[in-house]
């Protein structure tokens, strides 16, 4: 069943067309990944489908919600880890976690089981009256993705997941999000630079360039299509693109990520 479909979706700014024309569908229960260069059109795709962006042109819709006419209902019914830190340091992870049981209207009595579950599923549970300004980069992650699933969203966005994390917290992450989409049949729909990462979450990858729908498949699909033995993720995504796999971004792109390197390391 179709959780999340995007319609001619077109987002320009000026006379620069950052998203043009974007149609796919994701099923219930899926983790979708949106790859491409930067400049792509993947974060300005996903400020729209959650409804931080509007469409110039098309529309979207997210668990049977319009993102133009219903945003409000959009909102609700989604959870968003944003690849800039969202939590407090200066609070406990408990604290953190009573904020947004606050923010999404989580009725008192619930509140206190709520976070305490979702403590204890991301592995924070002994963490849990620590600052988070202690915490390692992916205790952090841990936790803002337990922010994001307080109001147990059929769908979670997430927008470059481990980004400045090292190998073993990235696997541990990985290994998080994966147990929560088989346990809750959470819709995930991820955006990553990582050919593994991509890999070892997603069902289906879209590949974007310049703003359009390259390829889109199952990796095995997307591999078994192009004339290589032996074909990886990365052969298909330059395939695609005709780009290197990091080609460079703006200088605000550039320092944006390393300030959250910095801050998760």
């Known amino acids: 069943m179709t959780i999340l479909e995007t319609l001619s979706l077109t987002r320009r700014f000026g006379q620069m067309t950052a998203v043009d024309e974007l149609s796919f569908q994701v099923e ?8 491409g260069p930067n400049g792509a059109g993947k974060s300005t795709t996903l400020k ?22 219903q945003p409000g209902e959009v909102r609700r019914v989604i959870g968003y880890v944003p ?41 924070l549970e002994d963490s849990a009256d620590k600052l988070v300004r202690n915490y390692s980069g992916g205790m952090i992650r841990r936790l803002e993705i337990a922010q994001s699933m307080l109001h147990r969203p059929p769908v979670l966005f997430l927008d470059e997941p481990t980004v400045g994390l090292d190998p073993a917290a990235r696997r541990a992450v990985w290994e998080h999000i994966e147990v929560m989409r088989q346990e809750f049949n959470t819709t995930i729909l991820v955006t990553t630079h990582m050919m593994e990462e991509a890999e070892h979450l997603c069902n289906r990858v879209a590949i974007l ?51 959250t390197a910095q801050r998760l390391g």
């Not at 729209?48 to 006419?69: E, H, K």
């Not at 406990?92 to 904020?99: A, I």
């Not at 990365?234 to 792109?253: C, K, M």
């Open 209 to 259: 360039h310049h703003g359009q729908l390259a390829v889109s498949g199952t990796p095995a699909e997307l591999k078994a299509a192009i004339d290589k033995p032996d074909a990886t993720l990365d052969d298909v995504f330059i395939e695609a693109t005709g780009d290197q796999l990091e080609s460079g971004g703006s200088y605000r792109e550039t320092s944006r990520s390393r300030r």
């Open 83 to 123: 690849q800039l830190l969202s939590a407090d340091g200066s609070l406990t992870g408990f604290e953190n976690l009573s904020v947004f049981a606050r923010l999404y209207d989580i009725p008192r009595a619930e509140r206190g089981p709520r976070i305490r579950s979702a403590l204890a599923f991301m592995g």
């Open 28 to 35: 219930t229960g899926e983790a979708f990944g949106l790859l």
């Open 48 to 69: 729209m489908l959650t409804t931080l962006l509007p469409p110039t042109a098309g529309t979207a819709r997210v668990a049977g919600f319009d993102i133009v006419r």
